[in-house]
């Protein structure tokens, strides 16, 4: 595998402030919406109807203030008891008594009577609080005593608030404030789960397996978060129920981590530490949920403050290292993903100082890290897909340019052939000269220095050569032209020879203009035949008329025909070495040859393929 080294943006100080703008914008842009949509008021209904004069009462029957921060009352061990008063003027309309947050089971006595839940047993969980309906055989005109009994396996009890109102719109007020606790957990439960899913089917694609994993991860622990919150481990015990929030708060956080440092270039760095504290707080946890007490709550408190603080460190590390190496490209990444740090914190400073059980991240805190986490993932995916129409046109780029090398190279091949072509017609040329006229004029050399030799046959031999050298030209003059006008440029040649020896020419084409092309090789071959067969007419025939006739094959190609009326004698009749220098010449060029000789003249027949 190839690395390639990336080098570092330049940081100047007009992208610092760039940077810095794109951050504080998402920042106030989430805040400014998480405002809006969590209100930060009570309901009215609760707020008319919260009773204030809660007391705790002692192990001596005294009452005395609660502790605990203003938000919820405080007991002094795992069983506590908090007493407070309610004025009625019309006690036979009844009673609605509500607990909203209490730890970790509750029952309600009304002047001295207990009283039983109205809620199913599922809905008994200090998440979703407790309702009584309180019938007016209980209650009295003027003041009613009430007196809520919290009990918990552990450290010490608390109970939120009890709202007491006559029925009616005091349901409705619990019916909403039950579905506003709700519905965020369920949403994060359902997003979480659909978010897992998603990721660990794009992590298929091997392109997108690290970072979809990671992001798997994450959703997963915000799933068993929405589970959590829901409270659906009531039944467990204590140590349980505390662990399982452990666990989620260390998948969600874990799973961040991974994600962070895998959307940045340069990573992922922070593998190896996130293997050995997973395992190490794993243990602990496990520990925890198997041990007869729970951890005591300043254990807890550094438990969760380590796992948030650790965790942001590490996001905050990778989001610095993207910025420095991919500059303003991933800005908004940047400003994405740290709205993880400042979310996490500020869901951790609420839970310190609302939820003594368990730090955990507030649903609608978790919610918008789902929400954040999916436009983040088709963020991602949206730069992987321009980076691969990036990579296509690199691609591109490239077959382009081996195209064009390839063109280069096909030409270059194409001059070679040309100038091997050329090579081969001159090394044709010059055999054909050797073996021709050089032969030819090699005779006329020695004929020339025999004095014995008759002039006759010097001059004859003299014509013969001329008639090769001019037959050579005619062959290369012919190049580029169809074989009927290569044939007619023989044809003045034929019939000049005819006439010197008293014979007559009949020419025959019937090609009509047809793009037949031979090369000069083939030409001149198809002169030499023509011509020999035209010398045996003059020299052996005795006739008075040579026919010429060119037409098409059967097979295509071409055929030639020259007859002659002569009556040779029977001895004229055997094979010569023209006869056979005619069917080798034939057979050089791939073609049929034929001689029919008979009491009405002769004919050579050569029948040429098309190649």
Request: proline share 4%; net charge negative; glycine share 8%.
């Given at each position: 595998m190839i690395e390639v080294e990336i080098p570092s943006a330049e940081v100047t100080p007009a992208r610092k402030l760039r940077a810095m703008l794109w951050i504080l914008g998402v920042q106030i842009a989430f805040w400014g919406l998480a405002l809006l949509v969590r209100p930060p008021v009570i309901d009215p209904v609760f707020a008319d109807n919260r009773l204030a004069n809660i007391l705790l009462e002692d192990?001596?029957?005294?009452?005395?203030?609660?502790?605990?921060?203003?938000?919820?009352y405080l007991g002094d061990g795992p069983e506590a008891r908090f007493v407070s008063t309610v004025s009625l003027d019309h006690p036979e309309r009844g009673l609605v008594v509500f607990a909203p947050r209490y730890n970790r089971s509750v029952t309600l006595s009304v002047n001295g009577q207990r009283v039983p839940s109205s809620d199913a047993p599922a809905w008994r969980g200090g998440k979703l609080g407790n309702k009584w309906v309180i019938p007016a055989g209980l209650l009295r005109s003027g003041t009613n005593?009430?007196?809520?009994?919290?009990?918990?396996?552990?450290?010490?009890?608390?109970?939120a608030d009890l709202i007491a109102a006559p029925p009616g719109a005091i349901d409705i007020a619990i019916r909403q404030w039950r579905m506003q606790s709700l519905l965020p957990a369920l949403g994060l439960m359902v997003l979480g789960l659909f978010g897992a899913l998603t990721c660990l089917l794009a992590g298929r694609n091997t392109l997108h397996k690290p970072i979809a994993n990671a992001a798997a991860v994450a959703f997963t622990g915000m799933a068993l978060g929405g589970l959590w919150q829901?409270?659906?481990?009531?039944?467990?015990?204590?140590?349980?129920?505390?662990?399982?929030?452990?666990?989620?708060?260390?998948?969600?956080?874990?799973g961040l981590v991974a994600?962070?440092?895998?959307?940045?270039?340069?990573?992922p760095q922070f593998d190896r530490a996130l293997l050995i504290f997973g395992a190490v707080f794993s243990v602990m946890t496990v520990a925890a949920a198997l041990a007869p007490e729970p951890l005591p709550r300043e254990l807890r408190d550094l438990f969760n403050v380590l796992i948030v603080l650790l965790s942001n460190a590490a996001i905050i590390a990778c989001v610095a290292r993207g910025l420095k190496r991919d500059?303003?490209?991933?800005?908004?990444?940047?400003?994405?993903?740290?709205?993880?740090?400042?979310?996490?914190?500020?869901?951790?400073?609420?839970?310190?100082?609302?939820?003594?059980?368990?730090?955990?991240?507030?649903?609608?805190?978790?919610?918008?890290?789902a929400v954040l986490l999916l436009f983040g993932i088709v963020r991602r995916a949206q730069m992987l897909s321009r980076r691969l129409e990036d990579a296509n046109a690199v691609l591109d780029a490239r077959i382009a340019e081996k195209q064009a090398e390839l063109e280069i190279t096909a030409a270059l091949l194409r001059q070679r052939e040309a100038e091997a072509a050329v090579q081969g017609e001159r090394a044709r040329i010059m055999?054909?000269?050797?073996?021709?006229?050089?032969?030819?004029?090699?005779?006329?050399?020695?004929?020339?220095?025999?004095?014995?030799?008759?002039?006759?046959?010097?001059?004859?031999?003299?014509?013969?050569?001329?008639?090769?050298?001019?037959?050579?030209?005619?062959?290369?003059?012919?190049?580029?032209?169809?074989?009927?006008?290569?044939?007619?440029?023989?044809?003045?040649?034929?019939?000049?020879?005819?006439?010197?020896?008293?014979?007559?020419?009949?020419?025959?084409?019937?090609?009509?203009?047809?793009?037949i092309m031979l090369p000069?090789?083939?030409?001149?071959?198809?002169?030499?035949?023509?011509?020999?067969?035209?010398?045996n007419a003059v020299r052996h025939s005795g006739g008075k008329v040579v026919t010429l006739t060119i037409g098409q094959s059967g097979l295509g190609g071409v055929e030639i025909a020259i007859a002659d009326d002569g009556q040779p004698g029977p001895a004229l009749w055997k094979r010569g070495r023209g006869l056979s220098n005619m069917e080798v010449r034939a057979q050089a060029i791939g073609a049929a040859f034929r001689l029919d000789t008979g009491a009405n003249g002769t004919q050579v027949l050569l029948q040429i393929p098309m190649t």
């Open positions: 192990a001596d029957g005294q009452l005395k203030q609660a502790g605990g921060r203003p938000v919820y005593s009430l007196s809520a009994d919290v009990r918990r396996e552990c450290c010490r009890a608390y109970l829901i409270d659906i481990l009531t039944p467990s015990s204590e140590p349980l129920y505390i662990s399982a929030g452990f666990m989620t708060l260390l998948a969600t956080m874990g994600l962070a440092d895998r959307w940045f270039s340069g990573g500059g303003e490209a991933l800005v908004l990444d940047a400003a994405v993903l740290l709205l993880v740090p400042s979310i996490s914190l500020a869901d951790l400073i609420d839970a310190l100082q609302t939820e003594p059980l368990v730090r955990n991240i507030a649903p609608l805190g978790v919610l918008a890290l055999r054909d000269m050797h073996d021709g006229m050089g032969g030819q004029l090699l005779s006329v050399l020695m004929l020339s220095r025999d004095e014995n030799s008759p002039r006759q046959m010097i001059t004859h031999t003299v014509e013969q050569a001329i008639d090769d050298l001019r037959l050579l030209i005619d062959s290369l003059d012919s190049v580029g032209d169809t074989i009927d006008f290569a044939l007619g440029q023989f044809r003045e040649r034929a019939e000049a020879k005819l006439r010197a020896a008293g014979m007559k020419l009949i020419w025959s084409n019937s090609l009509d203009g047809r793009s000069p090789g083939t030409i001149l071959t198809v002169y030499r035949i023509m011509q020999e067969a035209i010398n």
